[in-house]
């Protein structure tokens, strides 16, 4: 314990107050290793939901571009398949009647 000018008191209880000051030390040196570690965990997690946040928006860019590229490649497989189907109508209406389609 300390006196009125922040001194460590002597006397009878000499050793108890030191004990304590050791033990309060001792405390505040914990409790301010566990501040630190809990603002290095925040900070960690803080920066892991972003990267995480990021990778998602990059997902999600690769499967818009995925997509359109989906449709486009349906759009002109419809397109060759209506092109096919009016070429194979022209060859059959071209062909003599009872004639054997070409392999």
Same mark, same amino acid.
């Given at each position: $314990?300390?006196? *009125?000018? &922040? *001194?460590?008191?002597? &006397?009878?209880g000499?050793?108890?107050?030191? @004990?304590?000051?050791?033990?309060?030390?001792?405390?505040?040196a914990?409790?301010?290793?566990?501040?630190?570690?809990?603002?290095? $965990?925040?900070?960690? @997690?803080? /920066?892991?939901?972003?990267?995480?946040? /990021?990778?998602?928006g990059r $997902?999600? *860019? +690769? @499967?818009?571009?995925?997509?359109?590229r @989906?449709?486009?490649?349906?759009?002109?497989?419809?397109?060759g +398949?209506?092109?096919?189907?009016a070429?194979?109508?022209?060859?059959?209406?071209?062909?003599?009647? +009872?004639?054997?389609?070409?392999?």
């Amino acid at each position: $314990m300390t006196n *009125e000018n &922040g *001194e460590f008191q002597t &006397g009878p209880g000499d050793d108890l107050a030191r @004990l304590e000051e050791e033990i309060v030390r001792a405390g505040n040196a914990r409790c301010e290793e566990i501040r630190q570690r809990t603002r290095e $965990m925040r900070s960690f @997690l803080a /920066e892991s939901a972003s990267r995480r946040r /990021e990778e998602a928006g990059r $997902m999600r *860019e +690769g @499967l818009s571009r995925f997509m359109g590229r @989906l449709r486009q490649f349906g759009s002109e497989l419809a397109a060759g +398949g209506r092109h096919f189907r009016a070429a194979t109508s022209k060859r059959l209406a071209a062909r003599p009647a +009872g004639a054997r389609p070409h392999p």
